[in-house]
């Protein structure tokens, strides 16, 4: 058997090694080719439903819808939305609406459903009314939630179960919709916490104002007695055993100073 040359066999296996490159290229090149056809295809196809859906008749709003609103009717929502019937139902933009809706004091949120063909549906969230504030400034009597958003301005005689907050600060002119500073914020946090305390102790009587004042919180019990209370880290202890002060002074009118060591009562 004679022996192949080792020159002629590394010619071949060059020329293997070439052919095979040569086809892995082609094969490249057919898939990018048939890549870029997919792309363009798909693309021709969106611009094309795209069109369709914004011409076609059927697309345009025939029902506005709303759900859970309460203080507002429905025409109310509607209209400050601005969406208009017969509009293509892909004609707005959802954070646009929802910025006007929002702009009524009592919507604290709202959801923008598109339900095809031609329906959009608006959930709103409302805001409830947890405390009325007297703005001094103004001699106004204002609703606000517990937030601090201001939600209208009424007439004392107008309050039901909300606690009257009296030295909450008001910038400038009081007007709905408009938010109370994070300072002012703080006092009806310190409140929040107060009111937790105060519940804890299962006390009969009850909140029905508040005034801030200083460095001290004093909180008006059925409309007869002041308790005055210090904004510091002592406001757990000193509540601990108001229940029991309160037994001793019950149904009496007064002052109770809690704010030093030993707590005193007033008579009015």
Do not use: W
Request: some cysteine.
């Amino acid at each position: 058997m004679i022996d192949m040359p080792k020159r002629v066999q590394t010619k071949k296996i060059k020329k293997k090694t070439t052919r095979k490159k040569k086809n892995k290229k082609a094969l490249k090149k057919l898939i990018l080719s048939i890549f870029v056809l997919f792309v363009i295809g798909l693309l021709v196809g969106v611009i094309c439903l795209i069109y369709h859906v914004k011409t076609d008749e059927k697309f345009n709003i025939s029902n506005i819808s709303v759900t859970d609103c309460n203080y507002y009717t429905i025409d109310d929502i509607i209209a400050a939305s601005e969406l208009e019937l017969g509009k293509n139902i892909y004609s707005f933009n959802k954070k646009e609406i929802q910025a006007k809706v929002q702009t009524l004091p009592y919507i604290e949120s709202v959801k923008i459903t598109r339900r095809l063909p031609n329906e959009v549906n608006l959930t709103v969230v409302e805001r409830t009314t947890k405390y009325i504030a007297y703005a001094k400034d103004s001699g106004e009597y204002v609703k606000i939630d517990k937030s601090g958003y201001v939600l209208e301005i009424i007439d004392i005689n107008e309050m039901q179960e909300e606690i009257l907050l009296f030295g909450i600060n008001f910038e400038d002119i009081v007007e709905a919709g408009h938010k109370i500073t994070d300072l002012e914020l703080e006092k009806l946090k310190l409140f929040e916490k107060v009111s937790e305390l105060y519940n804890a102790q299962e006390v009969q009587a009850k909140i029905t104002s508040v005034e801030f004042k200083s460095s001290n919180i004093i909180l008006t019990l059925n409309d007869k007695l002041d308790v005055i209370l210090k904004d510091n880290s002592e406001l757990e202890y000193k509540l601990s055993f108001l229940k029991t002060i309160l037994k001793e002074v019950e149904g009496k009118s007064g002052i109770l100073d809690m704010t030093q060591e030993n707590p005193t009562y007033s008579a009015i």
